[in-house]
């Protein structure tokens, strides 16, 4: 069966939304394999965020990130990379589908980053390399 890595980013935790996130996995019956309340430093940042190395909100991302704790989720079912995608919604908070997570709960805070609440790796290939991160 297929697992993806699921990130509470920091202003989840911060918001108190944690739980109501974890019932909308649930809900939608994927299984908890592994959760746990995170501290990354900036090295561990670093390697999951790799790909963004360069972009103009590479820096804020990591600051955001190292703003407070994450809750890092192992999810399990088949298609949990695509099924958790849809259930975030897209990157953007504020045009996010109203129903998403993203969607219902993020809006624009005036930041440099986009503070969206979540993470869900996006292929089979980034679910293996950023559980090992998470989850070593
Ligand atoms: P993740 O599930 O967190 O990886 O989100 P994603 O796959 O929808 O977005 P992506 O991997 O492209 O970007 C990682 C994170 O960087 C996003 O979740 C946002 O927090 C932030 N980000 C991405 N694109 C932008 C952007 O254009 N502007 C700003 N300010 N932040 C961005
Ligand atoms: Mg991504």
Redesign the pocket.
């Known amino acids: 069966t297929e697992e993806t890595l699921v990130?509470v980013?920091p202003d989840g935790v911060a918001r108190g939304l944690t739980g109501a996130i974890l019932a909308r996995i649930e809900a939608k019956g994927y299984a908890l394999v592994d959760i746990r309340l995170v501290e990354p430093d900036r090295e561990t940042l670093a390697r999951h965020?790799a790909?963004?190395e360069g972009?103009?909100?590479y820096e804020?991302?990591l600051e955001?990130m190292l703003s407070g704790p994450s809750v890092a989720i192992r999810l399990a079912g088949n298609r949990v990379i695509e099924g958790f995608?849809s259930l975030?919604g897209?990157?953007?908070p504020t045009t996010a589908a109203p129903g998403t997570i993203r969607g219902d709960f993020g809006r624009d805070w005036g930041?440099?980053?986009?503070?969206?609440l979540?993470?869900?790796?996006?292929s089979v290939e980034s679910a293996e390399r950023e559980l090992a991160i998470w989850f070593a």
Request: glycine share 4%.
């Open positions: 990130l980013k965020y790909e963004h972009k103009p909100f804020p991302l955001f995608r975030a897209t990157t953007d930041l440099k980053v986009q503070q969206n979540v993470h869900g790796s996006d």
